[in-house]
């Protein structure tokens, strides 16, 4: 993947600093937001290193499932964007680097700072585990600092929700790093996410309060067998209480391992514990995302940035369109209109495109979508006009409220692809949901590809 340039601006939104990390598919730099000087982490994912679909199934997995995530120890996905040839993620900045870093240059932590981490690290595994996602790669590189000195969880691509369990209730999906990854893992017989991510989050204190790793051989296989065993040794500065909480968390049995309620419980984990209560963090239930929301969506976010060649800028397109509104649509406002996958409530509020009572997408020219309004106008009794580029309805009848009103607004992705957005002018809600529901959805029902609702 080419090395992207200082200074250069995504989607006029962010300015590109200097590169924090890179891996096999991705790069990491520091960023800063145009509008508010923000400071942020942007990940550049290159859509032809992530052409199999095994990889774009990581990527939509981790949108999925980061959009679930909002704790004070969690890193925070403030927008995902796509252009032709990448799909840029910026994220919360952590100013602090990697955990691993700071073990690296300083080997074993004081104890004290040992458990304020670890601590803070299993408030937000169980925080996630709540949620139904299970993160499945835990390990001090995946563990940043923020300016306070605050740990935050990162890099959900490899984890799971709680719906990817087959009928045995089990995931089955062999990832990880191997010197962190749980027994029953290996075993490739099923396993439960939760109490794999337990084990890791045991590994990761013993690396903070020793310095190096419990299981650790150059010899995966030798590793390995180390790992079923759960044999390791602690060393002897090792408190009394953390070698009995390691010998509880590193079971290699599932069934006998430690929950993270009881490791929550144990009087050296409490030490100045200040848990944060899962009644103060806002309640999003992994029930309401649908795989096959994502699946769609994510696929039309691919064909929308192959045709529209990069371009993020939606405008009037041909003398027949009817737009005359410039706006500006990212991954997560193409990915709003599936039906229940609606993202925006957890991001910025975004005035450059209004919010309306109905939107949908539509695979038609613009010129065919303004002949079906005709057509409905002119069964329903409606007067149509084309004011300012708006294409307008207006009701002929006498309602409780007076005359209907209604607005749409036509905006171009592409020549093919066009989102439509209806709003109420006058008139009665009541009977502007219930001629939504009667007239409009079943007449536009032939050049809708996916309608988002339609309400006051």
Not at 126 to 132: E, V
Not at 142 to 166: H, I, P, Q, T
Not at 333 to 356: A, C, Q, T, V, Y
Not at 440 to 449: E, G, N, R, T, Y
């Amino acid at each position: 993947m080419a090395t992207e340039k200082k200074g250069t601006i995504l989607m006029n939104k962010y300015e590109l600093g200097s590169l924090l990390g890179q891996g096999t598919f991705a790069k990491v730099y520091h960023g800063r937001s145009l509008s508010s000087g923000q400071s942020v982490a942007i990940k550049i994912i290159s859509k032809d290193k992530v052409s199999r679909k095994v990889l774009m199934e990581q990527i939509k997995r981790e949108i999925s499932v980061m959009r679930l995530m909002k704790h004070p120890n969690i890193v925070s996905l403030h927008e995902v964007m796509a252009s032709k040839r990448k799909i840029y993620f910026a994220m919360e900045f952590a100013k602090g680097g990697e955990l691993f870093d700071k073990v690296a240059k300083q080997g074993r932590l004081r104890e004290d700072l040992a458990r304020k981490y670890f601590q803070q690290l299993i408030g937000a595994v169980d925080y996630c585990h709540s949620r139904g996602v299970y993160h499945r790669d835990l390990k001090p590189e995946n563990l940043l600092l923020d300016e306070n000195g605050d740990l935050k969880v990162s890099d959900f691509g490899l984890s799971a929700l709680w719906d990817s369990r087959r009928q045995d209730g089990l995931l089955h999906t062999t990832c990880g790093t191997p010197a962190y990854v749980a027994p029953e893992v290996i075993h490739r017989r099923g396993y439960d996410g939760a109490k794999a991510d337990i084990w890791s989050c045991g590994v990761i204190l013993f690396v903070l309060l020793a310095g190096y790793l419990p299981f650790n051989e150059q010899n995966l296989m030798d590793l390995y067998k180390k790992i079923f065993k759960g044999k390791f040794r602690c060393p002897q500065w090792f408190p009394l209480e953390v070698r009995k909480l390691l010998s509880k968390i590193l079971d290699p049995n599932p069934s006998k391992r430690i929950s993270i309620d009881k490791i929550m419980e144990n009087r050296w984990v409490r030490n100045e514990f200040q848990y944060v209560e899962q009644a103060q963090l806002p309640c999003t239930y992994v029930d309401k995302t649908s795989k096959g929301d994502v699946d769609s969506s994510f696929s039309m976010i691919s064909e929308i940035t192959e045709k529209n060649a990069g371009r993020e800028e939606i405008k009037e397109a041909s003398p027949t369109s009817p737009m005359i509104k410039t706006a500006y649509f990212n991954a997560f406002d193409i990915i709003s209109l599936s039906p229940g996958f609606d993202l925006s409530g957890l991001f910025e509020k975004d005035n450059r495109i209004p919010r309306s009572p109905g939107r949908f997408i539509s695979n038609k020219p613009a010129s065919e979508i303004v002949s079906k309004f005709e057509e409905i106008a002119e069964t329903e009794k409606f007067k149509l006009e084309r004011k300012d580029g708006t294409v307008k309805l207006q009701g002929r009848r006498e309602g409780r409220k007076g005359q209907l009103g209604i607005d749409a607004y036509i905006f171009e992705m592409t020549p093919s692809f066009h989102v439509v957005e209806l709003s109420k002018t006058a008139g009665d809600t009541l009977e502007f949901r219930e001629f939504c529901d009667h007239g409009l959805k079943p007449s536009l029902k032939d050049i809708v590809w996916t309608w988002q609702g339609c309400d006051s």
